[in-house]
């Protein structure tokens, strides 16, 4: 359509700029790449050096650039940038938001996230028929999600077979009234079994309290967690046993990176050809500095500052997550969280100087400039 005659493939993520060599990608060689899982470019943590990154665009002569990933990608490419423009180089940076987790703002979704719920349903299955085979089964399953609880949430409202969906915005507790014993307890009197999901990364100040926790970080700057699957299914199970009173049998299920590495499904094919067709057209237009997107449903051209100032969360105040509640029946967790809120907050007013105020009642208004960038040309 735009008469482009060399495409070319960065391998391994950020650092293949100027560690590895390019590959050539032609229309033959990716014609069926969507039918595989995982990359054929390969990907990378950490290695993001700028300025290096920049100096081989320089010196290969790319006029283009699309880089696919999540939200930490997004930063590269923002940096990346920057730096082009700091250069006044002819460079369009785009970005393609690929990342299961969909915690990257703004868009309805990332790329590769329906996919990952979609095969969660398996492992969600799986946990509901061993559950249901045995008398007050309990079936575990963790699904990933580091920061954001968007694949547990959906994978949860998708089955209807979960009775406990846990994520790291909504804050649990074990012991006590409206704790999740208490939840398991009243749900295999009722039912005989349940299911339970939980996300990589919900309940880690638990799980830091009981296991020594040790604060290390992947290669790209990522916190590692502890295994918040075992280790919930050991409290369970401990608690159960000490009790004495209600004999449980808990299967947990941790289909990993099984949810990652599948091929794409159709929903996600036909996304992944409009972001790519549309952030062709962008570059092709004249534009730079902003992730291709979907938002209410239309193709967007986001600037990167909007895509890289903060996560996308799951909001527990909004109806996604009522609508959840209503479908497993758990207990909201808020109870006891906001007897504790008000208790530090009190506790705050109590040691402020007289004729402070604790609570900053000013209101930040935020400038929003939705401009995207001309390429310096
Ligand atoms: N703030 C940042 N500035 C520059 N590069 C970054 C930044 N954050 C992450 N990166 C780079 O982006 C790449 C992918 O980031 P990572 O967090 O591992 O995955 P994801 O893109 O899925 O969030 C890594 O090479 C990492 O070094
Ligand atoms: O072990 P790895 O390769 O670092 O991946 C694990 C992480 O990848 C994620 O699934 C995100 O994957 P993507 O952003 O690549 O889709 C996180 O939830 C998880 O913590």
């Not at 990342?99 to 095969?119: H, Y």
């Not at 009243?186 to 349940?194: C, Q, T």
């Not at 990167?304 to 029946?329: C, G």
Request: charged share 25%; aromatic share 8%; with cysteine.
């Amino acid at each position: 359509m735009y008469g482009v005659k060399k495409v070319l493939g960065i391998n391994g993520g950020y650092r293949g700029f100027y560690a590895r060599n390019t590959i050539t990608l032609t229309p033959k060689s990716v014609n069926d790449i969507h039918k595989r899982g995982g990359t054929v470019l390969g990907t990378s943590r950490g290695g993001h050096d700028t300025k290096k990154i920049v100096d081989s665009i320089q010196d290969r002569g790319i006029n283009q650039v699309y880089i696919i990933g999540g939200d930490g990608t997004q930063k590269g490419a923002s940096a990346i940038f920057e730096e082009v423009r700091k250069r006044g180089l002819k460079v369009s940076v785009v970005g393609i938001p690929k990342t299961i987790d969909n915690d990257i703002p703004v868009i309805d979704k990332s790329f590769g996230f329906d996919t990952a719920v979609e095969e969660a349903q398996r492992a969600i299955n799986a946990a509901h028929v061993e559950a249901e085979s045995v008398e007050n089964g309990i079936g575990v399953v963790k699904l990933m999600g580091r920061n954001s609880g968007f694949i547990a949430m959906y994978a949860t409202l998708a089955s209807r077979d979960v009775d406990c969906c846990l994520i790291p915005e909504s804050p649990f507790y074990l012991e006590g009234p409206g704790g999740l014993y208490e939840y398991i307890e009243k749900r295999l009197k009722e039912n005989g079994h349940m299911v339970i999901v939980i996300a990589e990364g919900a309940g880690q100040e638990l799980v830091s309290e009981s296991v020594q926790s040790m604060s290390k970080q992947d290669a790209s700057g990522n916190k590692l967690f502890q295994d918040v699957g075992l280790w919930i299914s050991q409290k369970i199970r401990d608690h159960f046993a000490a009790q004495k009173t209600l004999p449980i049998t808990l299967k947990y299920i941790d289909p990993t990176y099984m949810i990652r590495a599948i091929p794409s499904n159709a929903s996600d094919n036909v996304y992944c050809t409009l972001l790519a067709q549309s952030a062709v057209h962008g570059a092709m237009a004249g534009y730079t500095g902003y992730t291709s997107g979907l938002v209410n449903g239309r193709q967007t051209y986001i600037p990167f500052y909007r895509i890289t100032e903060r996560q996308n969360h799951v909001v527990i105040t909004d109806r996604m997550w009522a609508r959840l509640l209503s479908s497993t029946n758990q207990p909201s967790f808020l109870d006891a969280k906001g007897d504790n809120e008000e208790k530090e907050e009190e506790e705050a007013l109590n040691q402020l100087p007289d004729g402070h105020c604790a609570k900053d009642t000013s209101l930040a208004s935020k400038e929003i400039n939705s401009s995207i960038y001309p390429t310096a040309c």
